[in-house]
Structure formats: structure tokens, C-alpha cells
């Protein structure tokens, strides 16, 4: 990032007076495609997209070098099955029915991949149909459970990513997967997970995107107060189940074609299917544009727990802790993780500041590492929004024992590092 970026960052956000980045984006009647990697910087992005959080899609000209466009798909552009076998044949992977509602979602088993690989290629020869069902193959941890190297490269675009840098530095989990399946496979409607960011390329394959602007949702829902599980559904046109419906507008459409990559913003709905056989890589993300919404999102887990079991408030002892401890087991994360989540990125962007770190230099000097603007430009973020962590009521009842530095300690070196950035850089 560069000072005129980061100044231009800095402004949007105070320009917001206190309103979620997601909540304020203008209407589109299309998504933006950008056609060449030579003319469209990281800059641009920033501005252009991640910034008002708006979706676009980039060409395949952008990931024509990955190694798994190459080599996962033939020459005819279906999946590579003799090189998935050979390669990942015996390793154990989520497969979801697509067939079959559970609640929103659809029901997962576990089974080699080869096992997958050969019911694909039998779904194909019974003309996409199965007694065993609609099976997708979903959230593939290639990453954490191999070497991913030359499968892909992070876009540049892409790699302000706080997600998987906190989990990398855990060494426990992430958030980047792969996708695979036949045509037909989708996934139901949702918002990706923290309100986080998403991008998805098709190594080989189609699909088709509906994306619905933050808020266009709440339309969407039922007389019970549900979010549809299918938005293509007929069942949405019924006005006494769906009262709301003539308030949202229709979804943005977008066709994903081979080697085209996707960028999801923070909050968007969406629901996706696989036009043909299809595999994709995604990854979740969260940085500084996107902070503020995924703790806007994880006060609105815990107050929903906290009304699932209010009945109990005055009985339990510790209620406030089981309630984060609920909160964990539904959402991944509770107030605790997330205050370690916001420390761990917020000690290395002031490591990196004291050390003065210069931004890597490719061609055309386009920053390609965080560097110091944009080790500022974190630091900011980390500030705002960990100064309404600190006061929120909840977060004051979660045992201090747990954190170190004291979160107070934490927002007065990071203040300090935001009044020092403003005059040095």
C-alpha cells in the first residue's frame, strides 16, 4: 500500500461516522470484470472494490500460470481424475448431499477422495443422476494438509489476509478450501462465515453466482423470520410465506467461466451453482476494510445466544461464561478469540513498523508485502474497533486471566503507534 492509498483508506473510514462498511454500498444493475493483470494495480482494487465492498470478477488471464490449471484439468477442460487419484487419492475429504436440507445447510460425510472421484465419474455415466444423491465435495483443507505449493499464488489483491495469518501463526487451522463436484452440485444461500471476504477461482468448470447487497436479505425472509434456504425457489413468489419479498430487488447474476476469479465482499448473500463439473479454490478472508463487520457480526452471535437461553440468566451460575462458551461451539469464536485474534495481527504490524520494513518491490514497483502504510493503515483499524471491544459490557465479564497484554495496555501502544504513523508517514 502506498501513503495516497492509505490516506484515501483513512478518509473513507472517517466519512462512515459509525456506520458498518458493508451497510453502504450503491445499487448495481452489473458486476464489474477486469479483463488485464498489467493495468489494474492493487490500488486499484483497494479503491475500487475492497474499500466500498463491492463484487467483481477478475479474468482468467489473472491465474493462467497456476500449476493446478494445469495440471488438475485435461486438455478438453474437465477434471483431471488420474492426477487428483495419483495424487490426493487417499486423503479423507467433506463431502455435503446436496439433496438433502438441514436446516440451511446440507448434510456432510467423510470419505477418501478416491471413493468421491469414483462416484463422480459414475453420477457422469448415469446421464447426473444417483441413488446415493447429489454429492459435492466441500471445504477441503488442501492447504493445511499438504504442500499447496505451485497449486496456486495468492493474488496480490488478496493478500491483506488477517484470517489465515493468525491461524498460520497457530498452526491449527485455515481458511482457504477447495471445492469439487458435478454439475448440478451448489450451495445454498448464505454470507460467508465472520462476515468475512471471499475469493473463488474455477480451475475448470462454470458457475453461477446470485449475490444479494447487505441488507437486501432481511426482504428475503419468511413469516417465521428464516432466510430461505433456496432463492431460486417458487416458494419465494408465495407472498403469505415470504411477506417481505416485493421489497428486495433481484439478485446480481454473474456466470463464473473457467480460470475467472471471484471476489465476494463482506456481508453479500449469496448462493452458487456448478453450471458443469466444476473444481474451485476459495478462500475466506478478514483485513482492516472488513474488521468492523465481523465484530458487528459476533455481537449479534452472542446476543442471539444470550436469548436462546435467557431463561436461565438468573439460575446459572457463570451464565455469561456459558454463553461464550455456546457462542464458540456455534460460531468458531467468542469475544476471548477474538481479542487473541486482534492481538496477534496487532503485535506484527508494530513489529513490522519498529523494524521501519520496507514494501517488497516486483515490477513496476507495486507493493507486494504489507510494508509500512499498510502496517499503519492496520494498526488504525485494530484501534477503532478494539476501543469498542474494550467497552463492551460482555467483554468486560470474560476472565482477564486469559489476556496478556491486558487488552487496555494493547489499544494504548496501538494509539500511540497511530499518533506516531500520522506524523512519520
Not at 477442460?77 to 492426477?83: H, V
Request: glycine content about 6%; charged content about 20%.
Amino acid at each position: 500500500m502506498d501513503r495516497e492509498t492509505r490516506v484515501f483508506a483513512e478518509s473513507h473510514f472517517r466519512g462512515l461516522e459509525g456506520r458498518l462498511p458493508s451497510r453502504v454500498c450503491p445499487k448495481l444493475d452489473r458486476v464489474d470484470f477486469i479483463e488485464k493483470p498489467d493495468s489494474f494495480s492493487y490500488a486499484d482494487f483497494f479503491k475500487g472494490y475492497l474499500l466500498p465492498n463491492l463484487p467483481c470478477v477478475f479474468s482468467s488471464a489473472f491465474t493462467e500460470d497456476w500449476g493446478s490449471r494445469r495440471l488438475w484439468v485435461t486438455p478438453s477442460g474437465k477434471p483431471n481424475f488420474d492426477y487428483l487419484l495419483q495424487n490426493y487419492g487417499d486423503v479423507v475429504v467433506p463431502v455435503a448431499n446436496c439433496g438433502v436440507q438441514e436446516y440451511n445447510s446440507n448434510p456432510k460425510e467423510h470419505m477418501p477422495l478416491r471413493d468421491y472421484i469414483s462416484y463422480w465419474k459414475e453420477y457422469i455415466q448415469a446421464n447426473y443422476s444417483s441413488s446415493r444423491g447429489c454429492l459435492y465435495l466441500k471445504d477441503w483443507h488442501l492447504c493445511r494438509d499438504f504442500l499447496a505449493e505451485g497449486v496456486f499464488t495468492l493474488p496480490i489483491y488478496f493478500s491483506s489476509d488477517w484470517l489465515n495469518e493468525y491461524w498460520d501463526a497457530l498452526d491449527v487451522d485455515d481458511y482457504r478450501f477447495v471445492y469439487m463436484g458435478p454439475t448440478g452440485t451448489w450451495s445454498p444461500f448464505h454470507a460467508d462465515v465472520f462476515r468475512s471476504f471471499s475469493w473463488s477461482v474455477n480451475i475448470c468448470g462454470r458457475k453461477k453466482w446470485f449475490f444479494f447487497p447487505p441488507g437486501q436479505e432481511e426482504a428475503l425472509r419468511d413469516c417465521h423470520g428464516g432466510l430461505p434456504y433456496d432463492v431460486t425457489s417458487p416458494t419465494l413468489l408465495d407472498s403469505r410465506l415470504h411477506p417481505m419479498r416485493d421489497r428486495c430487488g433481484p439478485p446480481l447474476e454473474v456466470t463464473q467461466e473457467a480460470g475467472e476469479m471471484v471476489f465476494v465482499p463482506s456481508g453479500w448473500h449469496h448462493q452458487v451453482h456448478n453450471l458443469e463439473d466444476t473444481i474451485s479454490i476459495n478462500h475466506n478472508w478478514v483485513n482492516g476494510c472488513n474488521l468492523a463487520n465481523m465484530w458487528h457480526f459476533l455481537q449479534q452471535e452472542l446476543s442471539a445466544v444470550q436469548q436462546e437461553v435467557i431463561e436461565w440468566r438468573d439460575t446459572m451460575p457463570d451464565w455469561h461464561h456459558h454463553c461464550q462458551v455456546i457462542m464458540k461451539s456455534c460460531s468458531g469464536i467468542n469475544f476471548e478469540e477474538f481479542y487473541h485474534f486482534l492481538k496477534i495481527i496487532a503485535e506484527r504490524r508494530l513489529l513490522l513498523l519498529a523494524k521501519g520494513m520496507s514494501p517488497g518491490q516486483v515490477e513496476g514497483g507495486e507493493d507486494t508485502g504489507l510494508g509500512p502504510q499498510q502496517a499503519a493503515f492496520d494498526i488504525g483499524r485494530i484501534a477503532e474497533v478494539l476501543e469498542s471491544v474494550v467497552a463492551h459490557p460482555d467483554f468486560q465479564r470474560v476472565d482477564p486471566s486469559t489476556f496478556s497484554p491486558r487488552p487496555e495496555v494493547l489499544l494504548r501502544q496501538l494509539e500511540e503507534a497511530v499518533a506516531a504513523t500520522t506524523s512519520l508517514y
